[in-house]
């Protein structure tokens, strides 16, 4: 863990560069590598082509994301690496947001680790940063 998920509208998909978003939230997530494992990161990107937004008379557009993250961090921990996360999402879509209308959301999900599987060997490849 952490999961960041992304779902985004298909009118944007042009001027959006996912990819980039993608690689700006590892930079913030690895550097908290003593709260969040390097091994456990992941992201994804789903693009959405059947929505609706506002009352559908516009070309709106929006970006939602998910934090999804095992129990146990502290609320302050929590509120820093949301808000940091959120503040690159803001930043990434600026110049989009002030040519057209756009809406930006972001949530945190923290799930109990029962009721959750996993098998991971990409954590014993990051061991050696951790000393």
């Not at 082509?49 to 994301?65: I, L, M, Q, S």
């Amino acid at each position: 863990m952490p999961h960041f998920i992304v779902e985004y509208t298909d009118n944007i998909k042009d001027e959006a560069n996912i990819a980039k978003l993608l690689e700006e939230i590892h930079q913030v997530l690895i550097t908290r590598n003593t709260v969040f494992p390097i091994g456990g990161l992941r992201s994804r990107a789903i693009e959405l082509k059947e929505y609706r937004v506002a009352d559908g008379t516009e070309e709106d557009a929006f970006v939602h994301a998910v934090l999804k993250i095992a129990a146990g961090r502290s609320k302050e921990i929590k509120k820093e690496v949301c808000g940091a996360l959120f503040e690159v999402m803001k930043e990434h879509f600026s110049s989009l947001m002030s040519q057209r209308y756009l809406a930006l959301s972001m949530e945190l999900i923290e799930f109990n680790e029962e009721g959750t599987y996993k098998q991971n060997n990409i954590h014993a490849r990051f061991k050696i940063f951790e000393n």
